[in-house]
């Protein structure tokens, strides 16, 4: 059966920490990784990763995919309690289909 | 914001009625989705429409249905509702057209749906 799995479920950091999320995946027919932050509904895409080895970033936000070992992390740096929010890893498989994660809960102290 | 928007917002209705949700994809996507968000859960992806044709379907049972018109916006059908189809319903929009970005799906804000 298809899933993603993600970890931890929830976390709580002090602003100015650096966390790492993780998202395996055991998916079958593999064609991208996304990563969404969901803050009160609507989940806002972050990055979309189809090659193992290549970081993506934006801002102190960065990702990486390994394919051969079947994962991904979400690296935030320097967090701030903007950061605050669900973390959401979804895999698209080449059928159209997305798996989605249960998501990481990130609280931000300040 | 993305430019996808979904109606209504919130909805109250009891076990056994019928609902209908909307979905207005982002402008220049062909491609809809929709997905059931329970309290604490990632999103289950329901089905896609592309071009108003179904081609994509996940484990959701046949009281759940879709339609997509030519406009490219969508509604969601739920029969027969049951206490486990509440939940946040999503819809996300996107182009596909064989290119790098296929996958690039925006969401909406999403329908609170209560079954009592």
């Known amino acids: 059966e298809d899933k993603v799995v993600q970890s931890p479920l929830s976390l709580v950091v002090h602003e100015g920490d650096t966390v790492t999320l993780n998202c395996s995946y055991e998916?079958?027919?593999?064609?991208?990784l996304l990563w969404y932050k969901q803050e009160k509904k609507a989940p806002t895409f972050l990055f979309m990763l189809?090659?193992?080895?290549i970081e993506k970033k934006s801002g102190r936000l960065s990702s990486i995919l390994d394919k051969k070992e079947l994962f991904s992390i979400l690296n935030i740096t320097a967090t701030q309690t903007g950061d605050s929010a669900v973390y959401l890893c979804?895999?698209?498989?080449?059928?159209?289909?997305?798996?989605f994660g249960s998501g990481t809960k990130l609280n931000v102290k300040p | 914001e993305t430019g996808v928007t979904q109606s209504p917002t919130h909805l109250i209705k009891t076990r056994g009625q019928q609902v209908t949700l909307r979905c207005s994809s982002q402008?220049?996507?062909?491609?809809v989705s929709w997905y059931q968000q329970a309290l604490g859960q990632g999103p289950q992806f329901i089905f896609q429409y592309y071009r108003e044709e179904e081609n994509g379907r996940g484990n959701f049972p046949p009281r759940f249905s879709g339609l997509q018109f030519p406009n490219y916006s969508s509604e969601l059908n739920v029969n027969a509702l049951e206490l486990d189809d509440s939940a946040l319903y999503l819809c996300?929009?996107?182009?596909?057209?064989?290119?790098?970005?296929?996958?690039?799906?925006?969401f909406g804000p999403g329908t609170r749906l209560t079954v009592l």
């Open positions: 189809t090659s193992s080895g």
């Open positions: 996300a929009s996107r182009h596909m057209g064989g290119g790098p970005s296929d996958n690039e799906q925006f």
């Open positions: 402008s220049g996507h062909n491609t």
């Open positions: 979804a895999v698209a498989n080449n059928f159209n289909k997305f798996y």
């Open positions: 998916v079958t027919n593999f064609r991208s």
